[in-house]
């Protein structure tokens, strides 16, 4: 082969990698482009659509309604998240109303790694109090309203009570309960 032959088989071969490039490279793209483009003019035919403006403008009213409601009660709400900081807090009154109602107690506070997997993904605006209380059940259903209709926004998600009993297997009239208690906190 001479030079001439060498140099224009070179070219040839450059020419069909570069062409074998662009086809499997960039068609994939150019479909995926005018993909796009198809998506981008339909959506701009909606919002050009009068009848969606005013179903949008509409929504919006709605909306701004709806909050003009809410917002008098946003500070109210505000208060009875309880602030991660200020957990211990919502503990000295968990204390404190044992106390009230007589009751003694053991507080945990529930390890991220023990959540359910719901639990786990909100565990971190929320904090799950484990309690372990001894006493009268009028004293424990007392404690319940009381820690209820607290300032704090939480929930009780598990009572378990069984009767107590002595030695000789007789009641005592004293029931232990665990309660789970989830409080919702801002970080």
């Known amino acids: 082969m001479n030079i001439r032959q060498t140099i224009f088989s ?4 450059i020419i069909l990698t570069l062409f074998i490039l662009i086809f499997f490279l960039l068609k994939p793209l150019l479909v995926q482009i005018q993909k796009l483009s198809q998506v981008v003019e339909q959506q701009q035919i909606i919002v050009k659509n009068p009848d ?4 949008y403008q509409a929504r919006i009213a ?4 709806d909050y003009q409601a809410i917002e008098p009660r946003l500070s109210i709400l505000k208060q009875s998240i309880l602030e991660k900081e200020e957990a211990i807090r919502f ?17 945990k506070i529930k ?16 904090l799950i109090f484990s309690l372990s209380l001894v006493g009268d059940f009028s004293n424990f259903l007392r404690f319940l309203e009381m ?9 009780v998600q598990k009572i378990q009570i069984k009767a107590l009993r002595d030695k000789e297997k007789q009641l ?7 309660v789970e208690i989830k409080v919702y906190i801002h970080q």
């Not at 503990?91 to 507080?107: G, R, V």
């Open 10 to 13: 070179t070219i040839i071969a």
């Open 91 to 107: 503990i000295e009154i968990l204390e404190n109303t044992a106390q009230q109602t007589h009751l003694t107690q053991e507080i």
């Open 52 to 55: 969606f403006q005013e179903q």
């Open 172 to 178: 005592t009239g004293q029931v232990q309960s665990n």
């Open 147 to 155: 820690i209820e209709n607290n300032q704090y926004l939480l929930q």
């Open 62 to 65: 709605s909306i701004e309604a």
């Open 111 to 126: 390890p991220a790694s023990l959540a359910n997997e719901s639990e786990q993904k909100e565990q971190k605006n929320i």
